[in-house]
């Protein structure tokens, strides 16, 4: 069935620096993916939308410069933070909508298995 | 605009006893609803999900979900809950687009004591 591979699952980095997160839809076409931010004991909330070959539509507050989405494949779409501070720590969560009949996610949506970014 | 409201946000009960998690969605078009379970530390699994085929969704781990649209709802219920189920439960809406996102709501944490 339908998989995301969501890489990766955990990374530590210092303050300032630039964190790349790689989804990659592993046997269907992603055309578009959506990037969720987890905060303790929290629910998911969206923060942008990707679209192959398009620039990612943000929700409101999601600051565009700083969490840089790439989405240059029907396969891949990358979240890059940049200039990560620790109110950035998080777990963040890629999903793809999945094309009807792939597994039990089909005309569903499937989620990378997340990344818990630590800044320190 | 879609959304969810997930009432309670803590749910206990006794293993053995029937499991209740209430959800209420709005949505402007035909809606689209889920329901995943949570694990600490880990990523999201789908329980259920209701496409609008048949209204009584039955999913994994002897869940189900009824759809009822004249309620707005899609509760989740499990008929002997076990300890395993201990949790965060959380119930999503999404368009039938093909290129709208899940909304979440704020999820349920289930416990369980023996």
């Known amino acids: 069935g339908a998989v995301v591979s969501q890489h990766p699952s955990r990374v530590i980095c210092k303050s300032g620096t630039s964190v790349k997160i790689e989804c990659r839809s592993l046997?269907?076409?992603?055309?578009?993916m959506f990037w969720y931010r987890q905060f303790p004991k929290q629910s998911l909330m969206l923060m942008a939308t990707?679209?192959?070959?398009?620039?990612?539509?943000?929700e409101q507050g999601v600051e565009k410069d700083k969490f840089l989405i790439n989405h240059a494949s029907l396969t891949l779409s990358t979240l890059t933070v940049t200039s990560a501070h620790p109110e950035d720590s998080s777990f963040y969560i890629c999903?793809?909508?999945?094309?009807?009949?792939?597994?039990?996610?089909?005309?569903?949506?499937?989620f990378g298995s997340g990344t818990r970014l630590t800044v320190v | 605009a879609q959304s969810v409201t997930q009432l309670g946000s803590h749910v206990s009960v006794s293993e053995g006893a029937l499991v209740l998690l209430r959800c209420n969605y709005s949505?402007?078009?035909?809606?689209?609803l889920f329901w995943y379970v949570q694990y600490p530390n880990q990523g999201l699994q789908l329980l259920l999900k209701?496409?609008?085929?048949?209204?009584l969704v039955k999913g994994i781990n002897g869940f189900e979900a009824e759809f009822k649209k004249s309620e707005t709802s899609f509760h989740l219920t499990k008929p002997s809950a076990h300890m395993s189920d201990a949790a965060e439960y959380f119930c999503?809406?999404?368009?039938?687009?093909?290129?709208?996102?899940?909304?979440f709501g704020k999820g349920t944490t289930l416990s369980v004591s023996s």
């Open positions: 999903s793809a909508r999945t094309p009807p009949g792939q597994g039990r996610s089909g005309t569903g949506y499937t």
């Open positions: 046997d269907f076409q992603a055309t578009t």
């Open positions: 990707s679209n192959e070959g398009s620039k990612a539509t943000y």
């Open positions: 949505s402007s078009v035909p809606p689209y």
């Open positions: 209701y496409t609008s085929a048949a209204t």
């Open positions: 999503a809406v999404s368009g039938d687009q093909a290129g709208t996102a899940l909304i």
